[in-house]
C-alpha cells in the first residue's frame, strides 16, 4: 500500500472527507488495491472554491518574485523526491520507471520555466502622443481556476497547468483523475511544503460527475483548465457558457506517420515502434497510424513493422527492460481488445494479435501484447476512433495528395509527422497539413518545456495553447486603463465617442 495522508486539501488544511465513501486505487500490474481515496462531495467542492476565492486578493497581490520563488523551491522538492514519486508514478498507471523518471524531470522543467516566467511578463504603457493621455494594458489573475486532469500523465498534466496558474497569480482548486490521484496528492504535498499560502491551492478528490462536474458549473469559478477525452470534454463546454466562464480543453488524438518511399524505412519503423506502443500507445500524442505512401513503401514498412511488434517486449511497469507495462485498468484493456475485435470485423488485415498475451506471474494484471493492423481504411471506425492502447493501424495511400487528406480530413487534429529526406515536400506538408503539431522525421512532436502544446480540431478548444508563454497569458486577463489629466479635461459633454482630443 503506498501510504500517504489522504484527506481534500482545502484552505490549508488536510480535511477529513465527510463520507466514508472512498474509491480504490488499483494498480495495472496486479489487479490489488494499492490505494484509496475519499470520495468528496458537492459541498466540499463549495468550500474548496470559498477557500481560493478568499486567498485570491493577498496571492494575486503578491510579488511575481516571491511567486517565482515558490515554484523554484517545488522544482528543488521535486529534484529531492524524483525517485520516490517516479515509483508512484509507474506503480499507478502501469507507465515504466524509465518513463516516469523523464515525467518528473519535465515537471521539474516546468516549475522552473514558470518561476522564470512569474516576473517577466510586465505591462505595457500606450503612450497615444497626446501629453494629456495615457493607457496602460494591465495582465490581471483570471481568478479562480479549476483544473482538472486526465489519468495517463497525471503528474505532468497537473504542473502544465497549475505552475502557470500560479506563476500567474491565480487560485486553483484541482481536481485529478480519480484512476491515478496518487502523484497530484503528492505535489500537493510539495507545494504545501515549499510554502504556498493557505487557499490558494486546493485539492478535492472523487470522480467526474460528483467532484468534476460542480467544480465547472460553480458560479464563483472563473475559469477551467481540463485535459481528457472528447466526450467530457464537450460537456464542460457546454458547462462552463452557462456561467460564461474562460475554458480551454485539450483532448483526445488519432496521429499518423506519413512515410514517403524516400525515407529511411529502418528509422521509420523505429520511429512508429517507439510512438505507437511506448506507453502503451496510451498517449494523446501516440501515432496510431501508419501512412505508407506507395504500394512498395507500404511493403517494405509493414515487412519491417511485423518481427518488431512481435518482439515487443511487455512488461510490469517496474521491469527496466519492459517496452511498455500494462493498460491503466481492466475496463481500458476490454475496451483496447474490443476495438481489435472490432477491427477483425470491419475487415482490417490483423498481421500481429496481442489480444492473447498473459504475463506469467502477474496473471491478473492488465496486460496485453502490441497488435498491427494493416488495410485500414477511413470508413473503418478502428481508424476514426482514439483506441488509446498498443495497437497500430497501416492505412495504405497511393499517393501524396491522398495521404494529406487523411488527417486534413479526420475529426482530430493534435499531432501528425512525415518521414522523408525531401526537404520541399516536407515543407509543403508542414504548411498544408490541418494539424497543431507536425513531426518532420521526428514522431511525436511533443514540445519541451519552453514550447508550447496545442491541437487542432476536435482535439482542443481554446485560442490559447497550454502550455509556454501561451499558458502564462491563457491564465490572465488584460485590464486597460486610460487616464486623462485633468488640464486635457474639456469644458462641456463630449456626445461622440470619446476621441481624447
Ligand atoms: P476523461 O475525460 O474520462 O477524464 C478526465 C478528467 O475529467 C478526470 O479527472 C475525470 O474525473 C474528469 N471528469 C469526468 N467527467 C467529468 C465531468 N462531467 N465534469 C468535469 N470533470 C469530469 O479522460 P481520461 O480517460 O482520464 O483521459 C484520457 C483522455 O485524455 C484521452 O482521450 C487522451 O487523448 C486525453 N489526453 C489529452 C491530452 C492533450 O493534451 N491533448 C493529454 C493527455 C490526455
Known sequence: MIHHRDHLYIGGDWLRPRTDSRIAVVSPNTEQEIGSIPEARPQDVDLAVEAARAALPGWSDTAPGERAAL?????????????????????????????SRIDVDDVTAVFRYYADLADKEAGRIVDVGLAHVVSRVVPVPVGVCALITPWNYPLLQLSWKVAPCLAAGNTCVIKPSEVTPLTSIMLVHLLEEAGVPEGVVNLVLGDGPTVGAPLTEHDDVDMVSFTGGLATGQAIIRASATTVKRVAVELGGKNPLIVFDDADLDKAADALMGSGYGAAGERCMAVSVAVPVGKETADRLVERLIPRVESLKVGPSTDSSADFGPLVTREALERVKGYVDLGVQEGAKLLVDGRNFKMQGYENGFYMGGCLFDEVTPNMRIYKEEIFGPVL????????EEALALPNDHEYG?????????GDAARDFAARVNVGMVGINVPIPVPIAYYTFGGWKASAFGDLNQHGPDAFRFYTKTKTVTARWPSGIKDGAEFVIPTMR
Open 71 to 99: 515554484l523554484r523551491r517545488v522544482a528543488e522538492l521535486l529534484v529531492r523526491d524524483k525517485e520516490e514519486i517516479a515509483r508512484v508514478e509507474t506503480l499507478d498507471t502501469g507507465k515504466t520507471l524509465k518513463e
Open 393 to 400: 493501424s497501416v492505412v495504405r495511400a497511393n499517393t501524396y
Open 414 to 422: 493534435n499531432g501528425v509527422a512525415i518521414f522523408t529526406r525531401d
